[in-house]
């Protein structure tokens, strides 16, 4: 059940010809009060044919009018109204049942409290099977006005009470970190003017996009009216940025004027500050260079960072950092991946936003290896080979996952199902990424001699799930993998238990898929034939110690004359 209290106004009877009207779409009908402050004596247009929107108006209106009589200063602010609406799957609610879940929520946000008979006057409207609106106006009967701060969260509290009193649909506790929904006339004028999205979400996914490309605020500010969004700034008399806010191209008013929204409205953790503490937590490397030019690229060194999330998840300030800089890797990794697997990447950007905030204030300084990651691949002119993405995508569905456990541990219930969200999606783009991958490494399939020796090393090193990897139909792809390590020098038994390690395979639908990215993330850097190894190192001591001699007068030097050796002899 919802509870949306929308903003205060001043025009009561004007509520009241919505409430009792046809609606937009003809879709109301039968409208009539169902509760109210005192039903005895209450006019109602919807029953009695007598009475009119403009009696009931000012029948509600009498301690406003009364106030503004004895006072200099007016109220005009004094219209509340509250729709509350049931979910679609939830059983038909009589008459007296909607009067009873008003009465609640009235209690609830202070309009009505249980057992004050001077509350502030109100009437529950029922014109559709699934919702009511409540209407209130806020002044009481002794003149003062009642105090509604945090209504919000106390009502939507009485309706995770009425969702279990009256066996409805149970939503999950609001924790005040949720971006705000788009308004009604928002969606209509979407809707009106052929955008696929209302103008906060749309503004909002420019946001996060924004944010892997730029490491401070001026920056950022840049990088958004570079993009083409409206931006206004607020600065102080020094300069400094204090504040912005975003407008989407050709969002205008009825005066033609542009219509600016401020980061913060827009989502809780787009705020200025926020942002600012984001991405002034992770200073430019003096030389980046230095690390960009090593082997491994920053598609392999974002999934090294995320090797040890697990690990980084014991304190709660850097647990939130590291999740928050996990929704900014999965937002880098859609924009630069191959376009057949943006769509779904982007999907799974868009649901993890809402695990990335939560109440736990972030360590922002704790996440600075996964934000420079996300930052290196946005910057990358490159794309991914096809193992390194699969082995990312891979590891950022553990990732996903793992988040989501610490959320259901902190009773996050918002953000641990949006983490779910985001990993349904993230193992769509695994397996897209991995199958090209699978087929060539299907078409070298060992011989079947090899395939037994290597399925008892995976009895060996992971009995638990050996059954389940071994009849995974990526096994013969596994096979492979695994014997081209053995080539390469690597104990296959040793490369299994190392990748089991790193990701439990209790939760993987497909085990042998995840061993394969594993294994082939930790093998791109082929060892050495041990054996080979072993004759090098043999050889490196033995030049060590003849040096050594040579250097004591010990043994002769490649230089020195047969003469001058048996000199030395003699001597």
């Known amino acids: ?49 007598n009475a009119t929107l403009t009696e009931l108006g000012h029948y509600l209106d009498e301690p406003v009018s009364l106030r503004n009589s004895e006072f200099g200063k007016k109220v ?117 003017l052929g955008w696929g999205k209302p103008s906060p979400e749309w503004l909002q996914d420019r946001i996060r996009a924004a944010i892997p490309h730029v490491t401070n605020a001026e920056e950022f500010i840049a990088y958004l009216e570079a993009d083409g969004i409206e931006v206004q700034v607020r600065r102080g008399p020094s300069g400094d940025l ?33 942002i600012k503490a984001r991405l002034e937590s992770s200073q430019p490397e003096e030389h980046p260079t230095a690390r960009r030019n090593r082997p491994s690229t920053p598609w392999h060194q974002a999934a090294d960072a995320l090797d040890t999330l697990h690990t980084d998840l014991a304190d709660d300030t850097h647990a939130q950092a590291h999740i928050t800089a996990l929704g900014e890797l999965i937002e880098a990794t859609a924009q630069k991946a191959p376009a057949n697997l943006r769509a779904e990447l982007q999907a799974a950007s868009k649901a993890f936003a809402r695990a990335q905030r939560s109440q736990v204030r972030a360590e922002d300084r704790a996440a600075n290896a996964l934000r420079r990651a996300a930052r290196d691949i946005v910057h990358t002119a490159t794309g991914p080979d096809g193992s390194a993405l699969a082995a990312l995508v891979a590891a950022l569905v553990w990732a996903a996952i793992v988040a989501g456990r610490w959320h259901e541990a902190k009773n996050h219930a918002h953000q641990a199902d ?133 250097h004591n007068g010990q043994l002769p030097s490649a230089t020195t004359t047969p003469t001058e050796q048996q000199h030395r002899q003699r001597r």
């Open 242 to 274: 204090l504040g912005y806010a975003v407008g989407r191209p050709g969002d205008l008013n009825e005066a033609g004027e542009q219509i600016y929204h401020p980061g913060s409205k827009i989502s809780p953790d787009l705020s200025l500050p926020k």
């Open 76 to 192: 005009t602010d004094h219209v509340w109204h509250c729709p509350v609406r049931a979910a679609p799957e939830d059983r038909h609610l009589s008459d007296a049942e909607w009067g009873e879940i008003a009465q609640r929520i009235v209690q609830a946000a202070g309009i009505a409290p249980a057992g004050d008979d001077l509350g502030c006057r109100w009437i529950a409207v029922r014109h559709a099977d699934d919702h009511i609106h409540i209407l209130a106006t806020t002044v009481r009967e002794d003149g003062r006005r009642p105090k509604l701060h945090d209504s919000g969260i106390r009502v939507g509290d009485a309706c995770r009470e009425i969702e279990k009193d009256y066996g409805l649909r149970r939503l999950k506790k609001g924790d005040r970190t949720g971006a705000r929904r788009p308004t009604q006339a928002q969606m209509h004028k979407a809707e009106r």
């Open 418 to 550: 949006a983490a779910r969200q985001a990993v349904q999606h993230l193992q769509t783009v695994a397996d897209l990424a991995l199958d090209p991958t699978l087929a060539e490494l299907t078409a070298r399939l060992p011989k079947e001699e090899a395939r037994r020796v290597l399925a008892s090393d995976v009895r060996a090193a992971v009995p638990d799930h050996a059954e389940r990897i071994i009849a995974d139909p990526a096994w013969p792809a596994l096979a492979t993998v695994l014997a081209d390590a053995e080539a390469h020098g690597y104990q296959p038994h040793e490369l299994l238990k190392e990748a089991a390690a790193q990701r439990e395979l209790t939760t993987a639908r497909q085990p042998a898929r995840v061993l394969i990215t594993r294994i082939q993330h930790t093998g791109r850097n082929p060892a050495p034939n041990r054996r080979a190894e072993a004759a090098r190192r043999r050889s490196t001591i033995t030049d060590s110690v003849r040096i050594q001699q040579t």
């Open 1 to 49: 059940m919802i509870a949306a209290i929308k903003p205060t106004g001043a025009n009561t009877r004007g509520l009241l010809a919505y409430l009792y009207g046809p609606g937009r779409h003809d879709e109301h009908f039968d409208p009539h009060i169902v509760a109210g402050f005192a039903m005895l004596g209450m006019p109602d247009p919807g029953r009695d044919e």
